[in-house]
């Protein structure tokens, strides 16, 4: 399967950050700001004479949502989210025991659900690798661009998927097309594959093709890049002064191949950009989503945990989940479940008082449902096509010889 497979995978039976999305310990709710709200995108037409699924059931669908200390499908936590419809699960390290414990998880997961569920972790290999217990250890990004082949990395990443399959994992939120060649330690540093757009480009690319292969759709991250930052999002935001020209010359040129390969996911990130809404998180402004739509992506748009410090000490989890949506994501990545209800609620409520455009939430619920493999006209009467796309994984410099320098790289 080449990176054909995405739409495959997508549109099959339950398929398609961290440590950086990621973030398996969320700060303690903080005091609320005003959510942001946009004008939505073009929603697809709706179906004539359609009912979609009620309301609540619409603006469930829409998070994804973790579950501390949960290692069986039987305990409360897992009970009340997969009652509430929510559109995904998120699994970190203390879901995960062996692999047999984990089927056992998804598995039961499922079968509460009775309907397709999103069962997600975040997968990068190196640092970043919350079900190293399973799918077993592995070399940073950095490292991989450093000393193997596109094709060998494809090929990792299969076997990663391969072992994610095998215990119920649909969606991985990786791999990372951020620039960095700062150091390995940093916030981004070594989960980077290369400060080299081209090279980042095209072992990323390889890494999403590989897990795609094994029947995972793949997740890249974090748009519209992370490099330029050293500020840990998990604890505050910073601004990215770069013009919109430097970006596209830069950061955005991988997630620009990737929209053109067809890669069904797109993850964004909390930092805010001058050339964008300088006051808001990319996960939250309008402006970021709609470039990211202007770059021709037609897949499901999930921000990055809302947990984390730079939108949680501004926005509490319900309006953060209104302000994401209300700006264009489709998908709602919190890691911490006990706050499905209330972001729901909000969401529910943010519609009713006309602050969110009703086909804004069931374009996004539709979204997500087509992506775990359900029907998105029975949630939200709504045709979704997903993104379908060739082989395009790239040629990258032959290992061992250095990249040219990229413009507003960190250095060592």
Known sequence: M??????????????????????????????TADAPTATPTPTPTPTPTCTPAPLEQRAAATLVVGLPGVRSADEPLAQEVVALGVGGVFLSEPNVGTAEQVTALTAGLRAAAGRPLLVSTDEESG????????????????RMAQRETPEEVRARAAATGTALAQVGVDLDLAPVLDLDDGPSGGVIGDRSFSADPA???????????GLADAGVTPTVKHFPGHGRSTVDSHRESSLVEASLDELHATDLAPFRQAIDAGVPVVMLNHLQYAALDPDLPAS???????????????????????????VNLRWDFPDAAVAAVGAGADAVLATDGRQAVRMRDALVQAVLEGRVPEERVSEAAA????????????????????????????????VGT?????PGARTP
């Open 199 to 209: 090279t980042a480009a095209a072992y990323g690319l390889a890494y999403a093709a």
């Open 127 to 142: 640092r970043v690798a919350l079900m190293r217990d399973v799918v077993g250890a592995g070399p940073s990004p950095r």
């Open 402 to 406: 250095e990249p040219p320098a990229t």
């Open 367 to 398: 979204r997500v449902t087509a992506l775990a493999g359900g029907d998105p006209v029975a949630m939200s009467c709504l045709e979704v096509d997903l993104p379908t796309s060739a082989d395009a994984v790239a040629p990258a410099p032959a």
């Open 2 to 31: 080449a990176l054909a497979g995405l739409a495959v995978v997508s549109l099959g039976a339950g398929s398609l950050a961290s440590v950086a999305l990621d973030d398996p310990a969320e700060p303690d709710a903080s005091p």
């Open 284 to 310: 939250l402004s309008p402006r970021a989503y709609a470039l990211l739509r202007e770059m021709g992506f037609e897949g499901v748009a999930i921000t990055d945990s809302v947990g984390m410090g730079a």
